[in-house]
């Protein structure tokens, strides 16, 4: 039977997108049928007095994100190819931290045109015509797991949550497994989180 999973995403998130590609590697291992929805840490931070080169970064990631909320809005079946290659691009590639706006408009670009979108896309990315789709979208997951979260946010059946945090990416059944515990412990309504001190960075 298969599991359906919505799975929250920030573009610029590099904790975000190790999940991401563990769900990926899921995919190939358990039978999972994957809703992609973007939200947004420029969103969520929106209105904070945070430390100043952070909000620089916040900046950046506006774009990313509001080309996603039109993307999921007009084409959703792009969605998942998208991220896969702008995530790439970003993360392994070596171009995520960009600081102000417009910052990420040539790795926009670029991935629009590796998976065959229009360039139009792009034009949203330094405009607020897609914000309150983008807010829609972003509130769907603090509806679903509260606001005291960053992102990912995954939900498994009835329980959301935010994470796994991962630093690398399990693969094969390793990731079917991790997958396994995870549903597991979502089957229980008064399981809320598990923490510990993260000890390295992500590892893309």
């Known amino acids: 039977m298969t599991q359906h999973i919505t799975f929250w995403f920030d573009a610029s ?6 999940t991401s590609r563990w769900i990926k590697e899921v995919e190939a291992v358990r039978d999972i049928a994957v809703d992609w929805v973007p939200m947004s840490l420029a969103v969520l931070n929106d209105g904070r007095d945070l430390d100043p080169g952070y909000m620089q970064m916040m ?3 506006w ?10 809005a ?15 691009i970003i993360h392994p590639g070596g171009e995520r931290g960009k600081k102000g706006f417009g910052a990420y408009d040539a790795v926009i670009a670029q991935a629009l045109e590796q998976v065959g979108l229009d360039e139009s896309f792009a034009a949203v990315a330094n405009t607020e015509e897609y914000d309150e789709k983008l807010r829609e979208y972003h509130q769907g997951a603090m509806d679903a797991v509260g ?3 960053g992102t990912p946010v995954i939900k498994l059946g009835d329980s959301a949550f935010f994470g796994p945090v991962i630093t690398r990416v399990p693969e ?3 990731a079917g497994k991790l997958f396994d515990s995870a549903v597991g412990l979502a089957s229980y309504p008064y399981f809320f989180e598990l923490k510990r ?4 960075g992500p590892q893309v």
């Open 172 to 174: 094969g059944e390793e």
């Open 13 to 18: 998130c590099p904790f975000c997108w190790q």
């Open 147 to 149: 606001d005291d979260v």
């Open 63 to 72: 774009g990313p994100a509001r080309v996603f909320a039109k993307v999921k």
């Open 197 to 200: 001190s993260r000890t390295e």
């Open 59 to 61: 900046e950046a990631n």
């Open 74 to 88: 007009e084409a959703p079946e792009k969605v998942d190819e998208l991220y896969t290659a702008m995530g790439t």
